[in-house]
């Protein structure tokens, strides 16, 4: 492994959830100077490695992922107006408003994301998404710190249109005064909602819900779960989860997907980001 002052070579699936693809140039990074260096060529920016199938082929651009001092859970003090950094993990913050009696963030309970890329991918459940509390971001775009309001962001369901090439460092919630005792009552009934899904190694939902439906149900009903590909394997507990059971591959990925769409005749937009195919 080569390694520099900031970046070194890895492998995609070191840093992806579902722990498919290859190699990668990461640059994690510390400071917004740090940023502007890493950036000055072609990049992804990943976060927690949900949300993405990259390619066995790894890919060409730079990595990038902002470092613990980007993650300032440690910062958050129960107020309702909160500014935390982009790679403060989101299952923290969750249990941290609910212990400060906070409500707005209990319907993400569970979802595996730093904020940033929760902001990016418009995290969510069906008890709500991080556009129910956003207000602001700041971003890295261009060499420089922008500021734009939650509204500017072209967030919906399971997407933003962020600008391009820009980083997002920080964010703006504001949440709503309650009692510990009732956002934990709010959360228990997302986990119950979660308890089908699977534990195994995964990218998190594979499929957007069509329109009024839901992708795993349609998958489930066309006797799909279990269905493989080498080590790429429909989850036996939840359609819509594509499980890795060892050593799967982007390519095999690539093909139970293809399979579940055939079998399933509507379409089904993936959910995940695409890298270096
Ligand atoms: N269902 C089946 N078989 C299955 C899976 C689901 O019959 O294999 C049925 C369930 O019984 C239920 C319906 O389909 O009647 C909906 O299922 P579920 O409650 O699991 O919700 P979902 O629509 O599949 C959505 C989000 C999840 C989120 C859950 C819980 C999407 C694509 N999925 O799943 O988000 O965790 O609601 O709120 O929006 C993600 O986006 O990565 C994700 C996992």
Not at 60 to 86: C, D, H, M, P, Q
Not at 134 to 157: C, H, K, N, T, W
């Amino acid at each position: 492994m080569q390694i520099t002052e900031s970046h070194r070579t890895t492998e995609l699936s070191r840093l992806t959830t579902l722990r498919v693809g290859g190699a990668a140039e990461l640059w994690e990074v510390e400071s917004v100077g740090e940023l502007h260096t890493a950036t000055s060529e072609p990049f992804l920016v990943i976060g927690a490695g949900s949300n993405v199938l990259a390619s066995d082929e790894g890919v060409r651009e730079r990595v990038v992922r902002l470092g613990r001092s980007f993650n300032t859970l440690s910062e958050f003090e129960g107020k309702e107006e909160i500014w935390l950094g982009a790679a403060t993990p989101l299952p923290g913050l969750v249990r941290r408003a609910q212990q400060a009696g906070l409500s707005g963030l209990e319907g993400l309970l569970g979802v595996p994301a730093v904020l940033g890329g929760a902001v990016a991918m418009n995290a969510g459940t069906r008890f709500g998404a991080i556009d129910d509390t956003l207000q602001e971001v700041e971003l890295f775009v261009d060499g420089s710190l922008e500021r734009l309001p939650a509204a500017a962001l072209g967030l919906a369901y399971r997407r933003s249109q962020l600008p391009l090439h820009s980083v997002i460092t920080c964010v703006r919630f504001r949440l709503t005064p309650s009692t510990p005792e009732r956002v934990q009552r709010q959360m228990e009934q997302v986990d119950a909602a979660r308890k089908g899904q699977p534990k195994k190694k995964s990218a998190g939902c594979a499929f957007k819900n069509p329109q009024g439906d839901s992708a795993g149900r349609l998958i489930d009903q066309a006797g799909l779960k279990g269905l493989r590909v080498g080590d790429a394997m429909v989850s036996l507990a939840h359609g819509n989860f594509i499980v890795n059971m060892g050593n799967a591959t982007s390519t095999q990925v690539l093909e139970l997907i293809e399979l579940i769409r055939a079998a399933v005749g509507r379409e089904l937009d993936l959910e995940w980001k695409l890298w270096g195919f």
